[in-house]
């Protein structure tokens, strides 16, 4: 039987998705070792994941369906979204990829002008392709059903005929090395190449998706120019990154809407 102490970290775990053992030493204003003592019996039953740094919810090791990854952590973001749109200057060139975060990015650049957009995501394209003069390359290819995202060799064969300012690239998982993880090796392919193909890489990761694991690696930290997300990452995450050079932004809660900006320093 479980005890209040497990039930509440049940409870905190399973609205997150994933918790830290830091975030549950605050939660519960107890030690480490008193988290990890009552950890051990919810890892034990499959009732939780043990990860780098905490635990995951077991149905959010593969990757959920996209509607719900939509509403996952959407003011965090759309906090992310606000501050690169602050670093994107009107008439600069961008590959974007399609995952959720990107979604947001997309909207938060509607008030720009002038933009080049190389896509996978239809939906993307739809948000920027029709307006304040932005030209938008929509990527061919197999359409994902669960995204309307283009994948495959035909998709990467297009993305090698641009090159662009800046690859904004989502994740599934930031490794506790600072790789970058997805569920997918076609995201991982897209990434890939994007990363080829752009002066500078910025990554876009809310908290829940730092120190955690997927199944495919793309890129190392050291591929890596800009990290933007919500929360500070922990001390072992940012060593690594650090020592690849990575610029860490930390987006504010709240932003002024700007539609241009200065660029992301080289």
């Given amino acids: 039987m479980r005890n209040r102490r497990q039930s509440e970290i049940l409870r905190i775990a399973r609205e997150r998705g994933s918790v830290s053992i830091n975030e549950l030493t605050t939660a519960l204003a107890v030690s480490d ?93 739809c948000i920027l392709g029709t307006r304040n003069g932005n030209r938008v390359f929509l990527a061919g290819g197999e359409l994902r059903a669960d995204d309307a995202a283009a994948f495959g060799e035909a998709t990467l064969a297009f993305l090698r005929q641009f090159r662009v300012k800046y690859a904004i690239l989502s994740v599934s998982a930031i490794s506790p090395k600072g790789e970058l993880m997805y569920f997918q090796l076609c995201d991982a392919d897209y990434a890939r190449a994007a990363r080829a193909q752009a002066d500078q890489l910025i990554l876009i990761a809310d908290h829940s998706k730092v120190g955690q694991e997927a199944v495919v690696r793309a890129c190392s930290a050291e591929d890596i120019d800009m990290l933007v997300t919500d929360e500070p990452p922990i001390a072992d995450i940012r060593q690594c990154l650090d020592a690849a050079n990575v610029a860490v932004v930390v987006a504010a809660a709240a932003m002024p809407s700007v539609s241009a900006a200065p660029a992301v320093s080289g």
């Fill in 33 to 125: 070792e008193t988290i990890r003592r009552n950890l051990k019996p919810l890892v034990a039953a499959g009732l939780l994941l043990k990860v780098h740094g905490g635990v995951v919810v077991p149905d959010r090791v593969e990757e959920p369906p996209y509607q719900r990854r939509m509403q996952a952590n959407k003011a965090a973001k759309q906090q992310i979204a606000a501050e690169v749109a602050r670093r994107i200057r009107d008439g600069d060139s961008l590959i974007l990829d399609g995952g959720t975060s990107n979604i947001c990015v997309a909207i938060a650049l509607r008030d720009h002008l002038g933009l080049l957009i190389v896509t996978n995501s239809a939906e993307v394209a």
